[in-house]
């Protein structure tokens, strides 16, 4: 495991700049140079240890495009590996931010998997209006601080009818003081 001092040098200037199309919408928006900071260090990390393969979650999907688009742009010779969204029981993402909940917060917190579920009936039901989805998500979420509700293909690009196979379901909001992402991959 490589020390705070070997993978950050004083002087550390951006290596390599994140795409504008995924990385100044959405999460890049909120976050304004995040995702150059990310890529910078996944860089070095995978400079180091070499690997063959790299899993990342889904949760983080423009994170997980951005890092694909990296590989692939610098023909590193590592197989990025996508994996699926690891869930509570209750169905919330699971994420470090959920101990951050209060027990009246992660109640509130089930609204976003709650809407995920709604909007994947619907699509399965044969609605593919992206408008008419986030206004129901956007109802069942009525009581959380909504950042986005976005639905976009796998480009990053705003839709407005659903593409199978190729349209992703992305929230951010704020249950109390804790900011939460969640997403469906249809």
């Known amino acids: 495991m490589p020390n705070v001092e070997t993978m950050y040098k004083g002087d550390d200037e951006v290596l390599i700049k994140a795409p504008k199309i995924a990385s100044y919408i959405l999460e890049g928006e909120k976050r304004p140079g995040h995702f150059d900071g990310v890529l910078q260090v996944v860089l070095k990390l995978f400079s180091l240890v070499q690997p063959t393969k790299a899993y990342f979650g889904k949760k983080d999907a423009q994170q997980l495009s951005l890092i694909s688009q990296m590989v692939n742009n610098l023909f590193l010779p590592i197989d990025i590996i996508p994996c699926e969204i690891v869930r509570e029981q209750d169905g919330l993402a699971m994420s470090s931010r959920n101990v951050y909940l209060s027990s009246d917060e992660r109640k509130e917190a089930l609204a976003i998997s ?14 593919r209006n992206t408008q008419t989805i986030k206004n129901s998500m956007r109802d069942t979420m009525s009581n959380l601080d909504i950042e986005y509700i976005a639905i976009v293909n796998r480009n990053f690009q705003e839709i407005n009818e ?13 249950v109390g003081n804790t900011r939460l992402i969640d997403n469906i991959w249809v």
Do not use: F, H, T, V
């Not at 659903?162 to 704020?174: F, P």
């Open 114 to 127: 709650k809407s995920l579920n709604i909007a994947a009936r619907m699509i399965a039901n044969g609605q």
């Open 162 to 174: 659903l593409e199978i196979k190729n349209s992703i379901i992305l929230i951010a909001c704020k």
